[in-house]
């Protein structure tokens, strides 16, 4: 199936930013929702920010808004997170996953395709 590549972490202050990047082998998900999860030392996988197939609609975890951005660009089949006013909470292995399904959705279970993740660090 579709192969997830991503990109763009690691280590930053607290305050600072970063963008992560994903790339989506061959133009396959440019025709699903794409989100962006994490996963902390010690805690559980939690969702950060979902986009739609066209990119019109956006949700994001409580934790982020206002700070991170999704985004892609279905010409260059890849999603990014910008990631703005980093905090150590921040901190966790990142990754990318495509949608089984058009519908938008936060639930890791929906999403049948993943990236390998991408280490971010902030330090206070």
């Known amino acids: 199936q579709v192969q997830l590549v991503e990109s763009g972490g690691g280590l930053v202050q607290a305050g600072g930013s970063l963008r992560l990047s994903c790339a989506a082998s061959?133009?396959?998900?440019?025709?699903?929702?794409m989100g962006w999860f994490r996963q902390g030392p010690g805690k559980e996988r939690e969702f950060v920010a979902v986009?739609?197939?066209?990119?019109?609609?956006?949700y994001y975890a409580d934790s982020v808004k206002g700070r991170f951005t999704i985004s892609r660009n279905n010409a260059w089949n890849t999603v990014y997170l910008q990631m703005n006013s980093l905090k150590p909470e921040d901190t966790a292995v990142y990754y990318c996953a495509q949608s089984r399904g058009v519908r938008i959705t936060t639930a890791p279970a929906d999403f049948g395709s993943w990236g390998q993740g991408t280490q971010v660090t902030v330090s206070s």
């Open positions: 061959r133009g396959t998900g440019s025709n699903y929702p």
């Open positions: 986009i739609s197939s066209s990119g019109g609609i956006t």
